[in-house]
């Protein structure tokens, strides 16, 4: 899906017990009380969400050919 977005075939590689700094190594959030007390739920789905956050990491690293 990422290099649909891109445009083009990148070799995507995952890093396994890599992490940077103090990012976990696995994300499993519980959105389950927001839901019950806040009545939200999230709105984005997974592909409109990574439009959204390339071109970010994209401006954000300075690598406009590289994500």
Do not use: C, H
């Not at 976990?24 to 709105?43: F, G, H, V």
């Not at 990574?50 to 071109?55: F, G, N």
Request: avoid cysteine; charge should be positive; charged fraction near 35%.
């Amino acid at each position: 899906m990422i290099n649909a977005i891109i445009g083009k075939e990148s070799e995507l590689t995952y890093l396994k017990g890599k992490v940077a700094g103090d990012d976990p190594i696995q994300r499993q959030p519980d959105i389950t009380k927001a839901k019950e007390l806040l009545r939200w739920s999230p709105r984005t789905n997974l592909e409109e969400g990574l439009r959204l956050t390339i071109p970010y990491f994209r401006e954000k690293l300075k690598i406009n050919d590289g994500i």
